[in-house]
């Protein structure tokens, strides 16, 4: 306890080696859960693969099955909305879906329907088997998870330094009306609320990934407030 109390008093720094350690660490417990969920939904996926495949694609165009249409609606929460996935090689020559989403496999193409966007790709010649595909599907989430550890590691630490931040300006109204600005410079706030906000935001990420409760972000800076509060008032002005 002595030591941290050392730390936040007379450390270096504003706490940026705290704040990223626990980006890092929110950002590992979030990629564990999207995992999961992906672990828990691949044999789902896999099992409306098999409806679909195999493909023979050559020159571009399907060739195998032809004169085909298939076609899967995933619910998505609402009974009213779903997600088409829609395989018609009745056409040689395909035209851009209407739909406002959805996976359509044409004869040609591949296109993706979102609600502000049609995506379409072109088709790589060979056969595309529930082994491919699955190779195909696991590099693709490999590449993802990549890209949201960075995205997310980042993000965090924004969220955190911002967080931070603003406990510290708090402090210094707080250090101000308790006449302790000897002992607390802005630095020194800052280190404090990093190992307040950190802390408070990983153990409500955990939570609420375990067991669903939620721990507001209002609620987390209100208490580190309180703590901070607390902290600076029991530190006694004659030790600076």
Excluded at 72 to 95: A, H, Y
Aim: hydrophobic fraction near 50%; glycine fraction near 8%; proline fraction near 4%.
């Amino acid at each position: 306890m002595e030591q941290i109390i050392n730390y936040i008093k007379n450390g270096k720094g504003v706490g940026l080696l705290i704040i990223l350690a626990a980006a890092v660490l929110s950002t590992i417990a979030f990629i564990f859960t999207a995992r999961y969920f992906y672990n828990q939904a691949q044999p789902q996926i896999m099992l409306i693969a098999q409806d679909f495949l195999p493909v023979t694609i050559k020159s571009g165009k399907i060739i195998n099955p032809v004169n085909t249409y298939k076609r899967i609606d995933l619910n998505l929460g609402n009974p009213k909305e779903v997600f088409p996935i829609v395989m018609d090689t009745r056409q040689e020559v395909s035209q851009t879906p209407t739909a406002k989403q959805g996976l359509f496999i044409m004869a040609d193409k591949i296109y993706v329907a979102l609600p502000k966007q049609t995506r379409i790709f072109n088709l790589d010649d060979g056969l595309w088997d529930q082994k491919k595909f699955e190779d195909f599907l696991n590099h693709l989430t490999g590449a993802v998870f990549t890209v949201l550890t960075l995205i997310g590691t980042g993000t965090f630490f924004l969220m955190y330094l911002f967080k931070s931040w603003i406990v510290s300006v708090f402090g210094l109204f707080t250090v101000k009306i308790m006449k302790k600005e000897k002992l607390f410079d802005f630095p020194a706030l800052m280190r404090l609320s990093a190992l307040l906000v950190c802390p408070m935001e990983i153990i409500g990420l955990g939570l609420n990934t375990l067991s669903g409760l939620s721990i507001s972000g209002m609620q987390i800076f209100i208490l580190a407030l309180i703590l901070e509060g607390l902290f600076i008032g029991r530190e006694d002005t004659n030790q600076a």
